[in-house]
Structures are given as C-alpha cells and as structure tokens.
C-alpha cells in the first residue's frame, strides 16, 4: 500500500531540493494524501512549458507530469532536470505493480506540477537546450 509520510518527505528533501538548485529551479515539496509525493515548481531558468508545447504540439500553460518522463516530450537541459528530479524523488521507492490483475502496489506515488492552472509557471530564462 502507497505510503509517504512527512518524515519520509524530509529524508528525501536534500537530494531534491539539490536537483531544483542545480537547475536554478524554484519550488516546494509536499504530500499528498499520505500517499503520493509531489513537487511544485513555479519558476526557473528552463523553459519546460515551451519545451513540452514544442515537443508535443499542444499548447498549455501548466504540467501535471508523473515519473515516467518520455524523451519524445521534453529535450535537452529540460529532460535531464525532469529525469534526475524523479530520480530524487524515487530514491528508495518499489513498484510490484501488476496491471493484469489490476493490483497496484507502490512505495508511494510521485506527482511535479509545473505551474498551476491559475497561475502559470514563470521561465525566468529562455533556455530549452
């Protein structure tokens, strides 16, 4: 059964908070439902609203991702923050899920909004390579 508790967040936090200051990224941790970590982002140097947009032809504001960043939607400088971010976020994490037999099982989920859907994120920087 998913489980994250605040004391697990904050075991956690170093190493993410790393990957967001490597990145000159700015946002927060939390968790949600005791079930799922999820980081924030609001701001930063990469342009990872018009990287996604360019990537994957839509043309949204804000990003709900989950852990399993796809090479085909995001490029660069863009994808490597995005993949070591879930690496962060994922340290220490298990998946003997079985979708067959619907049965679900995880350490806990992880979700990265970038940006919110009434408060875009702010690229402070246009930088997506």
């Not at 360019?54 to 991702?65: D, L």
Request: net charge neutral; hydrophobic share 40%; with cysteine.
């Amino acid at each position: 059964m998913a489980y994250m508790s605040q004391e697990h967040k904050a075991e956690l936090a170093p190493a993410i908070k790393a990957v967001l200051k490597k990145y000159k990224m700015k946002g927060s941790i939390a968790v949600r439902h005791y079930s799922e970590l999820v980081v924030n982002i609001r701001s930063g140097e990469l342009d990872i609203v018009g990287d996604f947009n360019a990537k994957s032809g839509h043309n949204v504001t804000y990003i709900q991702a989950s852990q399993f960043i796809r090479e085909d939607n995001y490029s660069g400088k863009v994808y490597n923050f995005l993949t070591e971010l879930v690496d962060a976020m994922m340290d220490g994490n298990y998946e003997r899920s079985d979708m067959m037999s619907d049965y679900f099982d995880v350490g806990w989920y992880v979700a990265i909004n970038i940006g919110k859907w009434n408060k875009p994120y702010v690229c402070t920087a246009k930088e997506t390579a």
